[in-house]
Nanobody
């Protein structure tokens, strides 16, 4: 059973930056991808970004392209989400997830999920 623990959320002002981290317990899959999703109050959970195990392949939601950067440190089994130029519409509970296989933006394709870390952006 893979366990994921997110951290780094908080309350910031519009225009600020935050870096989220997600530490995974031992990952033994030969191929896997890690992703970030978010869920705002009253809305469905949505895709944010995903990255391949080696870090060479990434994909982003249009709403975060150019502002957010996903990265991975395999030695630490940790994936990061650097969020710049944060806006109030980025306010959400951010979840980390991992799937066996290649990157994918579809929530249902992910096998393991963290509990989430709250990001709140004030205007």
């Amino acid at each position: 059973q893979v366990q994921l623990v997110e951290s780094g959320g908080g309350l910031v002002q519009a225009g600020d930056s935050l870096r989220l981290s997600c530490a995974a317990s031992e990952l033994t899959f030969s191929t896997y991808a890690m992703g970030w999703f978010r869920q705002a109050p009253g809305k469905e959970r949505e895709f944010v970004a995903t990255i391949s195990r080696g870090g060479g392949t990434t994909s982003y939601a249009d709403s975060v392209k150019g502002r957010f950067t996903i990265s991975i440190d395999n030695a630490k089994n940790t994936v990061y989400l650097q969020m710049n130029s944060l806006q109030p519409e980025d306010t959400a509970l951010y979840y980390c997830a991992v799937r066996k296989g290649l990157i994918d933006s579809r929530e249902r394709k992910y096998d393991y999920w963290g509990q989430g870390t709250q990001v709140t952006v004030s205007s």
